[in-house]
């Protein structure tokens, strides 16, 4: 991790976090502030409710920071129909990322092609607007079988990333779940860890793992560890040397 680290720079760990801002009890005061902290750390994304899409456009607009949402949250029982609608109203407000949920039920049930066609209604959608779209399997209910079909399925659908978690199931991110997310998805297949990474060593670590992503709420902590810890490395370069 170590030399990971080192080779690091600041935009390389910001551009991973997609800053989420999805719990249902955040009024608009937490939205905006979350907005406008997203900025100033220049992160890859905020990741909002749907209904708040429309201010995070307004309130990142310039930044370079981009706006996502969710589709079919958490629960991904909604169907395809739904899912598109979602999906075009976020577009239309000009979110440019989509978090989509898998439908589990149908998953647990094999119904591979079902899956397949959900997924690929949404990624349509998005693709056609230049959007991208990240599966989210809700590891916590899904054993290994049904998470390495989840990838099969996500990336036969055209996703751009699968994703471990909601972040509202028991569990979230394991590292044992990322290893075998990324081994069952091609190298352009992104792979994002939701649920957990709270910390910057967490982060570390899974990016160790292959992960491109995470969802997190912790991310002035994680950033700010991180410029801390680069000043004292370069702080402690004259001395070594001497």
């Known amino acids: 991790m170590t030399s990971l680290f080192d080779a690091l720079t600041y935009e390389d760990v910001a551009k991973t976090i997609d800053h989420s801002l999805l719990r249902p009890e955040l ?20 990741c909002c409710r749907p209904a708040d899409v429309p201010r995070a456009v307004d309130l990142l607009a310039g930044t370079g920071v981009a706006v996502g949402t969710v589709i079919g949250f958490p629960h991904g029982g909604t169907t395809t129909e739904v899912k598109v609608f979602e999906a075009q109203q976020a577009l239309r407000s000009g979110a440019t990322e989509l978090d989509m949920v898998i439908n589990i ?27 991208i779209v990240k599966v989210i399997f809700e590891n916590a209910y899904l054993d290994d079988d049904q998470k390495v079909r989840a990838c099969k399925l996500s990336e036969a659908a055209g996703a751009d990333f699968v994703k471990t978690s909601t972040g509202f199931a028991a569990t979230g991110a394991t590292h044992e779940d990322l290893a075998l997310m990324r ?55 004259p001395a070594a040397a001497g």
């Open 105 to 131: 039920g149908a998953l647990r049930s094999s119904r591979d092609a079902y899956v397949k066609e959900d997924i690929a209604a949404v990624v349509a959608v998005a693709h056609a607007a230049r959007a």
């Open 183 to 237: 081994r069952s998805v091609s190298a352009h297949i992104g792979v994002k860890a939701a649920g957990g990474v709270r910390t910057l060593d967490g982060l570390l670590a899974v990016m160790e793992l292959g992960v491109t992503r995470v969802g997190a709420t912790q991310t002035a902590a994680i950033l700010d560890e991180f410029r801390s810890r680069k000043a004292a490395a370069v702080e402690a370069r």
């Open 27 to 46: 009024d608009d005061q937490f939205i905006a502030d979350g907005c406008r902290l997203a900025a100033e750390y220049q992160v890859a994304s905020v």
